[in-house]
């Protein structure tokens, strides 16, 4: 379960993104967050993730107070988030395959991903999840050769 209590981001500028957010999704719950521009949405996001630090507030992957945890625990507990970036944040050199499989660069050592030597299950993973969402023509294709 996500649980978010009185989140509050504060910029250094001033400006305020988020003023005492607080809501629960249940495990296997998909929540949609719509509004305008600037609103706050993708502020949200990155504070679940901590890719922004929250000012004040809590937010709980089950038991884990993510914005309290160190680089290391943080670290592992992303490894239970995703999140698709709305510039999808491909790398255009490498290829789709690569692309799908550097998701895994946490779970592999330094040298398997510096050499892009990834296990077999991951592989096998990642051909089965190109062929879900109709990309598996794609796989070797490098990322900036793909249209919209």
């Not at 003023?19 to 967050?33: M, N, T």
């Not at 799908?100 to 040298?111: E, M």
């Given at each position: 379960m996500l649980r978010i209590e009185g989140l509050t981001k504060t910029y250094k500028t001033g400006d305020k993104a988020l003023?005492?957010?607080?809501?629960?999704?249940?495990?296997?719950?998909?929540?949609?967050?719509i509004g305008p521009s600037g609103a706050g949405k993708s502020t949200l996001i990155r504070c679940i993730n901590r890719l922004v630090e929250p000012s004040s507030?809590?937010?709980w992957l089950n038991d884990i107070n993510l914005p309290?945890?160190?680089?290391?625990?943080?670290?592992?507990?992303?490894?239970r988030i995703g999140m698709i970036f709305q510039e999808y944040a491909?790398?255009?050199?490498?290829?789709?395959?690569?692309n799908?499989?550097?998701?895994?660069?946490?779970?592999?050592?330094?040298?398997r991903s510096f050499t892009r030597q990834y296990p077999g299950a991951d592989i096998t993973s990642a051909y089965r999840l190109l062929d879900r969402v109709g990309l598996m023509a794609h796989a070797d294709k490098r990322a900036d050769a793909l249209s919209g």
């Open positions: 003023s005492d957010v607080s809501f629960e999704a249940p495990k296997g719950q998909v929540i949609g967050l507030g809590a937010v309290a945890l160190r680089t290391r625990e943080l670290r592992r507990a992303r490894r491909l790398v255009e050199r490498l290829t789709v395959m690569e799908v499989l550097s998701g895994r660069l946490g779970y592999v050592g330094f040298w």
